[in-house]
């Protein structure tokens, strides 16, 4: 049994393309925060309307300093909601789905590339 024939080749760099997908572009992400700008920023801790997005993969949801969240976001993160990939992903897609009671107002981006490459910006700005 051969395991790297032609047809093996072509589905790991099939299964690598999507994986690079997945993980998103930074300057598209760029793009697709000036929809977040409006009450966010991620290139330098202070809050606005919302909360600073910088540092936020690691974070445990409602508890960056001097902004006053919604009950329900302190509840998540009580419960134990931190950002990470899949959690951010989720809320950017829904965020009152994810977090009912939220009181951001945004309805969630519905292409997942757009999810990936805003991902992809805001890690920037992340330690993790």
Same mark, same amino acid.
């Given at each position: ?30 793009? +697709? =925060?000036?929809?977040? #700008?409006?009450? &966010?920023?991620?290139? *330098? ?9 910088? @540092? +936020? =993969?690691?974070?445990? #949801?409602?508890? &960056?300093?001097?902004? *006053? ?9 009580? @419960? ?49």
């Amino acid at each position: 049994m051969r395991f790297c024939g032609p047809l093996s080749i072509g589905i790991i760099l099939c299964m690598a393309g999507s994986a690079v997908a997945q993980e998103g572009n930074a300057t598209a992400g760029e793009t +697709v =925060f000036k929809k977040c #700008a409006v009450c &966010h920023v991620a290139d *330098k801790d202070t809050n606005k309307v919302g909360p600073s997005l910088h @540092g +936020v =993969f690691g974070r445990t #949801a409602g508890t &960056h300093p001097d902004y *006053k969240y919604s009950t329900a976001m302190i509840d998540a993160g009580k @419960g134990g909601l931190v950002w990470d990939e899949t959690t951010l992903r989720d809320y950017l897609h829904n965020p009152k789905a994810k977090v009912k009671g939220t009181k951001m107002v945004f309805p969630g981006l519905k292409d997942d590339s757009d999810i990936s490459n805003l991902l992809a910006y805001l890690k920037q700005y992340s330690p993790q």
